[in-house]
Every structure is written in structure tokens, then in C-alpha cells.
């Protein structure tokens, strides 16, 4: 079940890595009333402040999954999948409803108004990128790798203990050491070993 150990890996790799993208690019354009009509870009991390952490930790769990024992396979895939569920409840925030919270940060620093209330005031007009959707999509990949590491853990192959089986076996295979030395021994003494 090498495969299915892969398969895991690089969908947890994967959707941490999309995850750790898009906390970088912008999620919502806001347009804001102040005179000028000014545009605003507002940021993954700062439409969502939990994506960078626990996108890195799902790049984290990706990368341990491929070198941890079967229990540890389990404990991470009840961690990739709370991970998932926490960023994917907040990403469909976004898309479906695009709090006005998701911007109060930015419309903040360009301002210097706070508040929920304030900030809504000022908001003329939220648009969407790509991006929010994008990162949905990853959280529903990291919950479908979280998922099969939970059902296919235990018929995963140890790529450790299969490594140092096969070198005993080899080791068994040449013969034992103490052979030599009876051979050596009986070559002092003038004897035929093949004999």
C-alpha cells in the first residue's frame, strides 16, 4: 500500500502548499466611500488570519505522514481533518457571504477607522477573486486525504522496518561469521574445510 501512503502525503502537501499561496494573494477587492473612491486589496492572511498557521501545519503533517508508525498515522488524520474543517468553515465564510469583518484589518491600516460598524460605514463594494474559492477546494482536498489516511493507514507498508528485514535476511543469507573462523581455524591446522 505504498501508493496509498503517497497519495496521502501529496494531497496533504498539496492542499497546505495552496493554502500557504493564498494567504499571500488577494481574496477581495473592497471599494471604499472616502471621496476618492479608493480600491483596496485585502490579503488571504488577512481576510482569514488562521490560513497561514494552519496551512503550515497541514504542510507539516504532509511531510511527517511519510515517516510516521501507525499510530501516528491516525492522530494526523484527525488533525489534517480539523485542520480542514477549521480554514474550509472560515474560506466559505468568504465566498458565500463576505463578511465585512473579512476586510475591517486593511480598511483599518489605510484609514485608521476601527470598528465593525465604522469600517461598514466606509465599504461601498466587496469583490471577490478566485482565490477564496481556490482555497476552499484545498481544504475539501486536505479533508479527502485526512479521510483516507484514516481508512487506509493501517495497510500502509513500513517502509522502515521492511528496510532493515530485508538487510537480516540478507545478512542470514551469507552465512555466519563463525564459520569463517572455524575454516580459518581448520586451515591453521592443515584440514580441509571442504572436506
Known amino acids: 500500500m ?15 502548499a495552496v493554502g500557504v499561496i493564498a494567504s499571500t494573494q488577494t481574496w ?27 496551512s503550515l501545519a497541514a504542510l507539516a503533517l504532509g511531510a511527517a505522514l511519510s515517516i ?5 498515522r491516525y492522530v494526523f488524520g ?11 468553515v472560515g474560506t466559505a465564510q468568504v465566498v458565500f457571504a463576505t463578511p465585512v469583518s473579512a476586510t475591517a484589518a486593511t480598511v483599518t491600516d489605510a484609514t485608521g477607522i476601527s470598528g465593525t460598524d465604522a ?6 463594494d466587496l469583490s471577490l477573486t478566485p482565490w477564496p474559492a481556490v482555497t476552499l477546494l484545498a481544504q475539501v482536498l486536505l479533508a479527502a486525504a485526512a479521510v483516507f489516511t484514516l481508512v487506509t493507514a493501517r495497510r500502509w507498508t513500513s ?4 528496510k532493515y528485514r530485508t538487510a537480516t535476511e540478507a545478512g542470514a543469507d551469507t552465512g555466519r561469521p563463525h564459520d ?16
Do not use: C, F
Not at 2 to 16: D, I, K, Q
Not at 42 to 49: I, Q, R, T
Not at 119 to 124: F, K
Open 2 to 16: 505504498r501508493r496509498a501512503r503517497s497519495t496521502a502525503v501529496l494531497g496533504m502537501l498539496l492542499a497546505g
Open 28 to 54: 477581495i477587492d473592497v471599494t471604499l466611500d472616502d471621496g476618492a473612491q479608493q480600491t483596496l486589496a485585502v490579503a488571504g492572511a488577512e481576510a482569514l488570519p488562521v490560513l497561514t498557521p494552519l
Open 68 to 72: 510516521v508508525g501507525p499510530v501516528l
Open 78 to 88: 484527525v488533525l489534517g481533518a480539523m485542520i480542514a474543517v477549521l480554514t474550509g
Open 119 to 124: 469600517v461598514a460605514s466606509l465599504v461601498t
Open 159 to 162: 517502509g522502515a522496518s521492511r
Open 180 to 195: 569463517a573462523i572455524d575454516s580459518w581455524d581448520d586451515l591453521s591446522r592443515g584440514d580441509d574445510p571442504t572436506a
